[in-house]
Every structure is written in C-alpha cells, then in structure tokens.
C-alpha cells in the first residue's frame, strides 16, 4: 500500500501544532515579566503575599474589604482559615468581605477571586504621566445581589515609578472593578531609550527646527497628492477599459477610454510648447530708423 503525503494534512497538523502551542503559552503562570515593545517590566521585586484593607461605615455595622494579593505566585492555601472563607487555588487576588458589629462575632459574606493566574488573563499598559504600568487580572465571575447573572472580577494594580516602595492604597471597589495603587521601582521600566536619546541635540536654532519641520511637512503633502493622482488616473483607465470592453467588446488599443482625445494629446502639447516659445521670445524691429515726414 501507498501513502501519499497530501500538502494540505501537512498544513492542518501545522495549524494544529500551531494552535496548541498558542493555547500552552495562555494557559502558563504569569512570571511578573512584562513587554511592551521595546518596553520591560520586572516585578519579581514585589513577590509575596500582600494585604491591604478598607473600611466601610454602614450603621450599625462596618465592613471590611481586605483583599489579599501575590503578582507573581497563586495565592497559599492557610491551615488556620476555614476553607470556605479562602479563594479557590489558581488565585492571585482574593477579596473577604466581613461584616461587624459590636457585641457580635465578625462573620464573612463574601469571598471574591479577583484575578486568575494565567496569562491571557493579565493585561497592561504603559502610563506616561506619571510613569509606571497600569496592570489587570481577569478574575472569575461571582453572583450579584441585584443582578441574576454573575458579574466578572476585575483586579487592577496602577504601579508607579518610584525609588522608594510605598504603602499600597486601597482606591475603590465597585462589586466588579478592585483598584489598587502602588509606588515602587518596579514600576520604572527598562531597556527604552532615555529622554535625552529620545531627544537629540540637533543644534542650531528654533527657526531651523520650525523650517525643516515646514518642509517636511509640505513635501509630505506633495507626495498624498501625486499618490492620489496617480490612482485616480489608474483607476480611470481600468474602469474605462472595463466599460469598452463589457459594452462595446472592445479590445487592443479599442480599450482605451476616450482614445480620440489621448491621441490628440501630443499634438495639443505640440502647440502649447510653440506658444510659450513664441510667447518668450525677444522680438526684433524690422524698422532701422526714422522716416521724414
């Protein structure tokens, strides 16, 4: 028996190939690396357990938001927390929510994923001012009180550039979005140009700058006007020709559109270049003096 390898197996197993290994990459453990372009982050610095909490006045009882965070590894299981008061594994960010009220035991009512571990569930984006990365877990959907459908958890990290870490502030927590804020220098990027690469010292003077980005900028608009010309013009022919040919069952040069008026254009520029010539040419008096009247 003979096996013939047919091209288009070969290009399914590819894809195939190709799209698990796609799927393996989103499914590892964010490792707190970050690229953005040409753009580095590295926030191993920051590893380790977190925890940073609000407090909410609802006479007569308070609330507690205490959310619990690791950028870098899920989050431990803790032997001495009941585990119904504990994320599920595979966490990074788990938010309690306690209620109290005096003369009472404290009782737990909620208990949140905020952010997944994977990495297509991490997304990020550079801030300019202030510098640092804005970072956002996906976490898993939890149910609403007034909603019947469960809503997805957001955990956000807005991590500036400092030389100093600071204290982390508890933002805002709106039953959906969780945002957190943080100085250190782990939000200072690396491997980009500084300010003074970025900004060369051309030399010169203010007014050269001004004249060279003047000229850049009308050579810039030249060249949008040919372009555009130009495909205004290669569209007419196609177009034209496609008419003669559909309508007419034109063909050779019978496709031409217009084609009397392409012929007489050499002799029309013939004429006008005489003209010119004939315009700017110095003129000669035949008349070599004056006549006595």
């Given amino acids: 028996m003979v096996f013939v390898r047919h091209p288009i197996t070969r290009l399914a197993i590819l894809t195939l190939v190709s799209a698990l290994a796609s799927a393996q990459d989103a ?16 926030l191993t610095s920051l590893a380790g357990e977190h925890t940073v909490s609000r407090e909410l006045s609802v006479p007569p009882t308070t609330i507690e938001d205490k959310v619990t965070f690791n950028l870098c590894k899920d989050l431990e299981r803790k032997s ?3 585990t119904e008061d504990q994320c599920p594994e595979g966490t990074r960010a788990c938010l309690v929510r306690t209620n109290r009220k005096e003369g009472q035991s404290d009782r737990v009512f909620s208990v949140i994923p905020m952010a997944n571990s994977t990495t ?13 990365i804005n970072v956002t877990f996906a976490g898993y959907s939890y149910p609403s009180v007034l909603n019947a459908d469960p809503i997805p958890q957001y955990f956000h990290l807005k991590l500036l550039c400092s030389t100093e870490i600071s204290n982390i502030n508890f933002t805002s927590y709106d039953g959906k979005d969780l945002h957190l804020e943080w100085s250190a220098p782990a939000g200072c990027d690396f491997g980009s140009p500084s300010d003074d690469e970025e900004k060369p010292d051309k030399g010169g003077d203010g007014d050269g700058d001004s004249r060279n980005d003047k000229e850049e900028s009308v050579g810039s608009g030249l060249g949008y006007f040919f372009l555009i010309f130009f495909l205004a013009f290669v569209a007419y022919f196609g177009l034209g020709a496609y008419y003669n040919y559909s309508t007419y069952g034109a063909t050779g040069a019978d496709l031409i559109p217009h084609r009397d008026f392409w012929r007489e254009v050499p002799y029309m520029l013939r004429d ?8 700017f040419r110095p ?5 070599g003096g004056y006549i006595a009247v």
């Fill in 120 to 132: 297509d569930a991490v997304t990020y984006e550079r801030l300019s001012s202030p510098k640092g």
């Fill in 27 to 42: 499914s590892k453990p964010f490792d707190c690396h970050i690229t953005i372009g040409d753009i580095k982050y590295d």
């Fill in 283 to 287: 003129r000669h008096s035949s008349r």
């Fill in 272 to 279: 006008v270049v005489s003209h010119l010539c004939s315009a």
């Fill in 80 to 82: 001495d927390v009941p």
